[in-house]
């Protein structure tokens, strides 16, 4: 895991490289990579490579990056991992390539010379790669196939820069720091800006599965390289309808999955909740381990309900792992939202990001490196209640005639006002997304109309469009299953949900404490061949997740596998009612110069406080979504 940043001044308008300012832009990111940095600057210095490394596979100096080829033709920065690199290297050195190291990155560099671009589809792993073609002149950006790692660009002055971290970016001087005003409307309904987007006007963060080529001239060319439904060998349809067939593919997978992802040279361990993956993720690993795996949980103080720990414990205990612990209360939110605000780049109001930076601390502290986590899995197999609550919103109520809709939402405006009822029943009566988000958004688009004052609202389009976007998408490519209403949210939520908000969420808290965390469930095979297995198998009897449930039997107890599901989060309803956080709370909601601007409608952002003070209501998602978002515009644009 490191930090990388690039300059291709192909136009060179404003002067050339400057190496000083890389080394800015590098500085900014230390967090990344506490362990070695490195600047490398063309010969006419019309492009530059910065780079901050953190140690996990070949500690030597032999890592050291940007790193080239023995021609000095083709150079690279590289942050992630390629848990195949041995099996490539092996390929790469019968073509007679001669290694100066045991690194993935080396790898990396050799793959791109022999197969070209092809090479990409032959990478497991998480990647975000910027490579420098001197041959070509081109310079070429490329994401992994799910998002685990960013990529950040710009293209501004006749020059485009890139970076792990928006951070870095914004170092360098001919970059601006302007909101964008779109991507505000959307993060006011995502928790976060979209693929694509950020909040930074001119600022783009490269899609999951996607790359990116820019030339000598300055032209941009974009492409996608993999998607979930695109991948239709490898299995007979009859297969993927057995349940016995599917436990055992999966046990293979995940097993296999979870092998590949120990590969390090630094101690590792798992963040445990005590949930089914989480606890899967341990049972996996200790089956392969002639130690004790290292654990990490993280709970509140005096929250009882709102803590996981008796079941972690659970979990440590059965299967003799060395487990850590961590506790934290509001007071520890408080002196910490300002740093993970700086860490989160553009604001991401997951309130998990709280207790997902204290576990990785906490793990740091320990002395474990790399870390593995259970996202993805919940998406993959339908383990959110929404899925299915919004199944039965589709098939009994969207499929209505329309003017049925049409007659009832008058009705239900007047009596629900802008609670989210009504906004079901307004994308019913406008024919709008079927679907909106894979959560409860912050503020719906009713409620958008009440929060921002209408002269904000002018030549803004409907965040519905992103979700809009993604169901098109899946309709019309050329794959061999059947285009469900299920699968479209799976597949909406795996491009922007998770790849922008939980994944980033992961990224940003774990580097930020210089900790690697490591997604077995995110094995691009695992994606694949969940994708193509049918709904009746995710959601079975109103079990959600059900074949990786059935999956898990046997491997771990059946008490961890049938409880009611908790996930990660904060406590932030209680908190943000009285004590530390509310004060500080209404402190910054009084006192932002966004919020007190002419963007937004300053008596119903106090109306929302007030109602959940008093406990009438709650707001809590809505407030910690305004808090982050004046706490980051403090630091990041009025700076």
């Known amino acids: 895991m490191c930090g990388i940043v690039g300059i291709y001044n192909y136009s060179q308008r404003q002067g050339v490289v400057s190496q000083e300012v890389l080394q800015k832009m590098t500085s900014a990111i230390h967090h990344r990579g506490p362990d070695d940095d490195g600047i490398y600057v063309s010969e006419n210095r019309s492009v530059g490579l910065g780079f901050r490394r953190l140690s996990i596979i070949d500690l030597s100096e032999a890592g050291h990056q940007p790193m080239s ?16 690199h041995k099996e490539l290297r092996h390929d790469l050195e019968s073509k007679g390539y001669h290694y100066h190291s045991r690194t993935d990155t080396e790898t990396i560099l050799y793959a791109y010379q022999e197969y070209g671009l092809a090479f990409i589809e032959k990478l497991y792993g998480m990647f975000g790669i910027g490579i420098w073609d001197v041959r070509s002149e081109q310079l070429i950006l490329i994401r992994d196939r ?14 485009l820069y890139y970076a792990s971290e928006i ?36 600022i783009n963060k490269l899609e999951a599965g996607h790359y990116l080529i820019v030339d000598k001239q300055g032209t941009v060319e974009k492409k996608q390289y993999w998607d979930i439904p695109d991948q239709t060998k490898g299995y007979d349809p009859q297969d993927l309808t057995s349940e016995e067939f599917c436990v055992r593919e999966l046990r293979q997978l995940l097993r296999d999955s979870i092998r590949l992802r120990m590969l390090a040279d630094v101690p590792f361990g798992v963040l445990l909740s005590g949930g089914v993956d989480s606890s899967l993720n341990v049972a996996l690993m200790s089956e392969q381990m002639d130690r004790p795996v290292q654990t990490f949980s993280v709970g509140f103080k005096n929250l009882e309900n709102h803590n996981e720990l008796e079941h972690a414990r659970f979990v440590a205990e059965r299967f003799q792992t060395n487990h850590h612990e961590a506790l934290i209360d509001e007071d ?4 910490f939202l300002e740093r993970m605000v700086w860490h989160q780049d553009e604001p991401n109001a997951d309130p998990a990001c709280v207790p997902m930076f204290f576990v990785s601390k906490l793990a740091r502290e320990a002395g474990t490196i790399v870390v593995q986590v259970g996202e993805g899995a919940d998406e993959e197999f339908s383990g959110y209640s929404h899925y299915q609550q919004e199944l039965r919103y589709y098939n009994q109520f969207y499929k209505l005639p329309q003017i049925f809709h049409r007659m009832v939402y008058p009705i239900i405006r007047s009596l629900k006002g802008d609670q989210p009822i009504t906004e079901y029943v307004r994308r019913s009566a ?23 004052h209408s002269a904000s609202l002018q030549n803004l389009n409907s965040s519905s469009r992103v979700s809009l976007k993604y169901f098109q998408q899946l309709d019309s490519s050329a794959h ?25 969420r992961v990224d940003k808290m ?22 193509r297995m049918p709904g009746n198998l995710k959601i079975k009897n109103g079990i959600g ?5 059935k999956a898990a039997e046997g491997i771990i107890p059946n008490e961890t596998i049938y409880r009611s599901k908790q996930g990660l989060n904060s406590p932030i309803a209680e908190w943000m009612r009285k004590g530390s956080l509310a004060t500080y709370t209404k402190d910054i909601l009084n006192s932002s110069s966004l919020l007190k601007g002419s963007l937004f409608n300053e008596k119903y952002i106090q109306a929302l406080y007030q109602k959940h003070v008093r406990g009438t209501a709650n707001h809590s998602k809505q407030l910690w979504s305004l808090l982050i978002l004046a706490l980051w515009h403090k630091q990041y644009i009025e700076r």
């Open 146 to 159: 799910l998002g685990v790692k960013p990529i950040y660009y710009t293209q501004q002055n006749g020059a």
């Open 545 to 549: 997740k059900y074949i990786l449930k």
């Open 510 to 531: 774990a580097m930020a404490v210089s900790v690697e965390a490591r997604v077995p469930f995110l094995d691009h095979r695992i994606v694949e061949f969940a994708f």
């Open 430 to 452: 406008e024919r709008d997304t079927p679907f909106f988000y894979g959560a409860i958004p912050t503020f719906g688009e009713i409620q958008k109309r009440s929060l921002l």
């Open 332 to 335: 520890d939110a408080v002196d």
């Open 69 to 84: 080829n023995p021609e000095k033709t083709i150079w690279i920065t590289f942050n992630g991992e390629i848990y195949n």
């Open 167 to 202: 951070k870095a970016l914004i170092e360098h001087p001919d970059i601006s720091r302007e909101m964008d005003n779109q991507g505000l409307y959307d993060y006011l309904s995502f928790y976060i800006t979209p693929p694509d987007q950020t909040l930074f006007s001119g």
């Open 480 to 504: 061999g299953v059947q285009v469900d209403h299920l699968r479209r949210m799976i597949y909406y939520d795996m491009k922007n949900r998770l790849a922008e908000l939980l994944l980033m």
